[in-house]
């Protein structure tokens, strides 16, 4: 399931990781004598703006970036580039093999699951922005071969979630608005680069692809500045914050209708594109501060802060053109544990609470990943996490390690057959967890290119898992509580532009 954060995911998630479609050179066109001349003053400069309001941290946003978009250049033609329209969805149905709907396996303690014939919901995500530029723009005078004003951007982002138990009822159906931003650049002649924002906006989010996990992901609302020049490297920051309400859990007897409000503050500071080892290195550093105010009986959430430092080490062209690894190294502490913007939550007594965030807390967290087409016939996407969390300083640390792969095999430029593997192992003392649960998957897919992230794919599935004795019962939903394994079938698209 993609963050609503995504993109979806992706996801993706845009976003937000996209097209796979040929480029303008691969596709023959007659064109009269004069398409033959150098490209129009206007398009070098809507060129340029789009170069700089360019998001590339996401997996989706790199596949889209492999190839030129044929379909979207021809819409942006009828539309006189008046708006840019993206997107992500999937959507499919799936049931058990109790006769139940599908539900998603996903061991308890982890932070994702595998997702190939693992989602148990429609998720989509509608995004329309616009780059703007006003200087000259009505003088036929103008010099348009270069940018020589302030440029902006408006993004919009809509999305959808609709889960298979509750297939396309609009009761059921979220309606979210995880963008709304407005950004402005090209104000100093001395930083052309720089810009402003503020707004809700997917702020530099790092995913894995297959377990749809963004693990670095600092979304919300508030503004900053970045794409600050320094030599080879690049700096921005940022102050985001994230609103919520919920019981106080750390009362004797917790009221989850008794609500208090909850805000967090994140300071975020990034340095990035830093060349390192044949490709390029992201680092952070957040200061985080969370606040409550007060419940109906007066009560009150002790604030808290902590800060976190996270490392991504990206290479680009990674055994392929359209191949890309991933390492990254997290630390936090206090509620900069989270990596993201907001909070915790966990489940008591039927309730779901803000987790507090002890001062003694701590979160570690290694990943390593990649996505690669090595071959016209074959392509694949591995991925190892091992995390250590402690929740507060007189408790035990909780362990999540997981490790899997999707290799495809082309056997078509537009047929091909998808494996997922993916183990997870969970390890919990606190609440006497401990066991591991194996998931697999096949899918047979009909796909737009032999690459592996490809999009438009549409596939059916057969998935099957398996779990630890110490795991039953929180599993696969209702349909498999006194069970230690289950299997899921269907069909899905996926597609994002």
């Not at 989509?124 to 020589?148: C, Q, V, W």
């Not at 052309?192 to 692809?209: E, M, S, T, V």
């Not at 550093?285 to 002790?302: I, L």
């Not at 795991?471 to 006194?482: E, I, P, R």
């Amino acid at each position: 399931m993609a963050s609503t954060t995504a993109a979806a995911e992706p996801s993706a998630e845009d976003t937000s990781v996209h097209a796979d479609t040929a480029t303008a050179a691969e596709v023959p066109v007659a064109a009269p004598a004069e398409a033959t001349a150098a490209p129009t003053r206007e398009t070098s400069v809507d060129d340029e703006m789009s170069a700089q309001f360019e998001e590339h941290t996401e997996s989706r946003h790199q596949a889209v970036a492999q190839r030129k978009r044929i379909i979207a250049e021809r819409v942006e033609k009828v539309l006189s580039n008046f708006v840019e329209i993206g997107g992500y969805f999937r959507a499919g149905y799936g049931r058990n093999g109790q006769g139940g709907p599908m539900n998603g396996f996903k061991a308890p303690g982890a932070a994702a699951k595998y997702r190939l014939g693992n989602e148990a919901e429609n998720y989509g995500e509608l995004i329309l922005g616009k780059n703007m530029y006003l200087p000259g723009l009505f003088s036929p005078k103008a010099d348009h071969t270069r940018l020589d004003g302030p440029i902006a951007r408006v993004q919009l982002r809509v999305s959808f979630f609709n889960p298979y138990d509750a297939y396309s009822s609009a009761a059921s159906t979220q309606v979210g608005l995880p963008e709304a931003w407005a950004a402005i650049g090209n104000i100093f002649k001395a930083q052309p680069n720089i810009k402003f924002w503020a707004g809700n906006r997917f702020y530099r989010r790092h995913d894995i692809h297959i377990i749809d996990f963004f693990h670095w992901d600092m979304s919300g609302g508030g503004g900053g500045v970045e794409d600050i020049t320094v030599g080879p490297v690049k700096l921005a920051l940022a102050w985001i914050g994230v609103g919520s309400t919920s019981g106080l859990s750390y009362l004797p007897q917790p009221q989850p209708e008794n609500r208090a409000g909850f805000s967090k503050s994140n300071v975020d500071f990034r340095i990035y594109e830093i060349p390192l080892l044949a490709g390029t290195l992201e680092a952070g550093f957040t200061y985080a501060h969370s606040e409550s105010g007060q419940d109906q009986n007066g009560h009150q959430a002790p604030d808290s802060h902590g800060f976190a430092f996270n490392l991504v080490h990206t290479v680009p062209n990674f055994l392929s053109k359209d191949g890309s690894n991933k390492f990254t190294f997290q630390y936090g502490l206090g509620s900069a544990k989270t990596f993201t913007s907001g909070f915790e939550t966990f489940q008591q007594d039927g309730a779901t609470y803000i987790r507090p965030d002890d001062a003694g807390s701590y979160r570690f967290r290694v990943t390593e990943s990649f996505v690669a087409s090595p071959s016209r016939y074959f392509s694949v996407g591995p991925v190892v996490v091992a995390q250590a969390t402690q929740y507060s300083s007189d408790t035990r640390p909780q362990y999540w390690v997981s490790a899997g792969v999707r290799p495809i095999v082309h056997l078509h430029d537009h047929f091909n057959i998808a494996f997922e593997g993916g183990l997870d192992w969970v390890d919990d003392q606190e609440q006497d967890l401990n066991g591991t649960l194996l998931k697999l998957t096949v899918a047979p897919q009909i796909s737009i290119d032999r690459l592996f992230m490809s999009r438009p794919v549409i596939r059916a599935f057969f998935t099957y898992a398996h779990w630890s004795d110490e795991l039953q019962g929180q599993v696969g939903g209702q349909d498999h509580l006194n069970l230690q394994d289950g299997v899921n079938w269907g069909a899905q698209m996926e597609a994002w532009w």
